[in-house]
């Protein structure tokens, strides 16, 4: 079953605790995002990464980080830095190069809930 | 940096009546614009998308129009259903297949 996968998919982070998320994709893609859901704020970019071993900050990166060990895989930390990380986090996977401008797949995506 | 606007954040339409969402971006290099539709408690899926040498492309009740001057797109919904309920994304992509910005995000209800 290809595709892209999230996990978990609700988490529960109490204030001061670092957590990752996972997201996982076996669809062949070199280019990775993941994305941050607030209410009527659309999706705002964190980080992404065009190829494994490499990564750049999106609009909002400060008190996340993320790695690219392993072309399926791109973790997300959370860490205790970001001031407000309750959200919805959403990851997606896409083809690279300049020709091919293609779709891009979501995950689940996690809802994250600091308590 | 790259930007990307999309209006109207809420949109209300009758059965049947048509929906325009739009949106405006800010690279000059964009050169691919897709849009998504994401209903209640589920994921992000595309709908229709457009490239930069082209001008308009239609999928049944859907349609998206380029305007590349004017940094402009659209996207054209006729005949709607209250199943096009839902929140719709416009998104841009600059040529280097780097960043994929996305707008705010509408919200559209079809009454019945």
């Known amino acids: 079953d290809g595709g892209i996968t999230q996990s978990p998919k609700y988490l529960f982070r109490k204030e001061g605790q670092n957590v990752t998320l996972s997201c996982e994709q076996n669809?062949?893609?070199?280019?990775m995002y993941w994305y941050r859901q607030d209410p009527g704020q659309g999706l705002r970019l964190i980080y992404y990464s065009q190829i494994v071993n490499d990564f750049q900050k999106g609009d909002i990166a400060e008190g996340y980080s993320v790695s690219r060990e392993k072309k399926e895989s791109f973790p997300l930390t959370v860490t205790s830095a970001q001031k407000n990380p309750t959200a919805f986090y959403l990851c997606?996977?896409?083809?690279?190069?300049?020709?091919?401008?293609?779709?891009?797949?979501f995950g689940q995506g996690t809802r994250l809930t600091v308590v | 940096g790259e930007n990307v606007e999309q209006h109207p954040s809420t949109l209300s339409v009758q059965e049947g009546d048509s929906a325009v969402i739009k949106c405006t971006y800010s690279d000059s290099a964009s050169n691919y614009f897709p849009w998504y539709k994401q209903e209640l408690g589920k994921r992000p899926q595309l709908i229709i998308d457009i490239r930069s040498n082209v001008g308009e492309k239609k999928d049944q009740r859907i349609a998206v129009t380029l305007n590349k001057t004017a940094k402009h797109f659209s996207l054209h919904i006729t005949e709607t259903q209250p199943e096009d309920s839902a929140v719709y994304f416009c998104a841009a992509r600059n040529n280097q297949g780097g960043k994929l910005i996305f707008g705010q995000g509408t919200e559209l209800s079809v009454k019945p």
């Open positions: 669809l062949n893609h070199d280019a």
């Open positions: 997606a996977s896409s083809t690279r190069g300049q020709q091919m401008n293609t779709e891009a797949f």
